[in-house]
């Protein structure tokens, strides 16, 4: 029996469709906008995104100020609306690679063995502290922080325990890599953009979005009659003459009085998601990969053979997006058909490293890189969150090799787990199943 309990909601993304395909006018119309919206995007992105600019966005005022006045919105002759949720689109971008660059930097001082354990605490003090990382980066003495005196006071504990000329030197090194990783954001792509309330009305079974023409909106009917009152994400697809909105909307969380059960997985390549219990959803998953990654491969072989001929990468792209489509319809499925079946109070999941970005040979690292680990994790969290399953990440250095009877280190053999000390044998996946729920218990 399903529960709901209004008072607690998840966010979630939504998606519209185009009932039928947009005139030829009225989808050139939205490439304008999507085309303009990229330009005033990689503008900030190449004003705003340096080193230098790093003390302007914050909270993003002055560059909304500055994008004003610099008349690039006359030039374009988009509306102020698109114009203004480009300008924090793009700075959302900014902050996020700051965010990236921070991460770098942290692990390159992690991974250095010439630094103390207190010079690498300094480090990560000025990574942590906003106004000490923007201070460091503007090459301001200490003394000249804006730091609060909370922070001040602990700043100089650290530095204290330094001898005289090391924070300089510390400093200086912290330049350093931030300059090495830091890089600039920059689109290619004028496929979407962002749309609030003053740029689309829904009315008439559709919704009526503004173009470039004064006064004139195109009218775009939809597959449904919902409305949404938040901003809105709206992806063209030039190729079909068709669009998805996406909006992302608060949904009641539900609960499940009979999914008691805790559950242990194990996720793969070939098979998506396997069981404790040795039970298998998404077998199909390596197989459509498969596909996808080969098709990727010859295509991308296709294109380097003919790049002097500059051979058009709409079908390409086109072709490409339904493939994904199905593959993260199938997951979804999938990850539904789980949670339906197994009835989960728990789900220990292994927290594994990122890929590794080789293999053996071409197929390998194409099926490598094409694989949706990424994709599955975020959407089992989704939808953990949606009902109120909760979800353990585990610790899985060595969960493979560990039996999961009497803890001994074994070997595999043919996808087999063996363990020799007390002859336990399983398949490996579930062998890893069981030993996320028993750290995950």
């Not at 949904?251 to 559950?263: E, F, R, T």
């Not at 990654?293 to 001929?309: E, F, H, L």
């Not at 975020?378 to 250095?397: D, M, N, T």
Request: charged letters at 30%; a positive charge; hydrophobic letters at 30%.
């Amino acid at each position: 029996m399903l529960q709901k309990d209004a008072r607690k909601t998840v966010c979630k993304t939504v998606c519209q469709y185009n009932r039928e395909p947009l005139s030829d006018t009225d989808m050139q119309k939205l490439t304008d906008i999507a085309g303009d919206y990229r330009t005033v995007k990689n503008y900030v992105y190449q004003r705003y995104g340096g080193i230098a600019s790093l003390p302007k966005i914050y909270p993003g005022y002055t560059v909304q100020n500055e994008m004003t006045a610099s008349g690039l919105r006359g030039e374009l002759g988009i509306p102020s609306v698109y114009f203004y949720l480009a300008v924090f689109d793009a700075l959302g971008d900014i902050k996020s690679q700051w965010t990236k660059t921070r991460a770098a930097v942290r692990k390159a001082v992690g991974q250095n063995d010439n630094f103390t354990g207190e010079e690498k605490h300094y480090l990560r003090f000025c990574l942590k502290a906003n106004d000490a990382f923007e201070g460091a980066l503007m090459q301001k003495p200490p003394k000249d922080w804006n730091l609060p005196p909370e922070i001040r006071k602990r700043y100089e504990e650290l530095s204290g325990r330094l001898g005289t000329d090391v924070p300089d030197k510390l400093l200086r090194y912290l330049c350093r890599k931030v300059r090495r990783h830091h890089v600039k954001p920059h689109s290619e792509t004028a496929d979407g953009f962002f749309s609030s309330g003053g740029t689309h009305r829904y009315a008439d079974h559709g919704i009526y979005m503004t173009t470039k023409e004064r006064r004139r909106r195109i009218f775009i009917p939809l597959t449904d009659s919902n409305k949404y009152k938040k901003q809105i994400y709206v992806r063209l697809f030039p190729e079909k003459n068709s669009v998805e909105l996406k909006a992302p909307i608060h949904a009641a969380v539900h609960y499940h009085p009979d999914y008691v059960n805790q559950v242990g997985i194990s996720l793969g390549m070939s098979a998506m998601l396997t069981t404790d219990e040795g039970h298998i959803y998404g077998e199909r998953l390596g197989i459509y990969q498969t596909e996808f990654s080969t098709w990727i491969r010859q295509q991308v072989g296709k294109y380097n053979a003919n790049r002097d001929a500059a051979p058009g990468r709409k079908k390409y792209n086109a072709r490409k997006h339904r493939m994904q489509e199905f593959l993260h319809s199938y997951i979804n499925m999938e990850l539904n058909r789980f949670l339906r079946e197994e009835k989960p109070k728990t789900v220990c999941l292994p927290k594994l490293p990122p890929p590794k970005g080789s293999g053996f040979k071409a197929s390998i690292n194409y099926s490598a890189a094409m694989w949706q680990r990424g994709y599955i994790r975020e959407r089992l969290e989704q939808k953990c969150r949606e009902q109120s399953v909760e979800l353990i990440k585990v610790y899985a250095k060595d969960i493979s090799r560990e039996c999961s009877r009497c803890g001994a280190p074994g070997h595999t053999e043919s996808r087999e787990f063996r363990c020799p000390a007390c002859g336990y044998r399983a398949d490996i996946k579930v062998n890893a199943a069981k030993n996320a729920k028993k750290r995950g218990s």
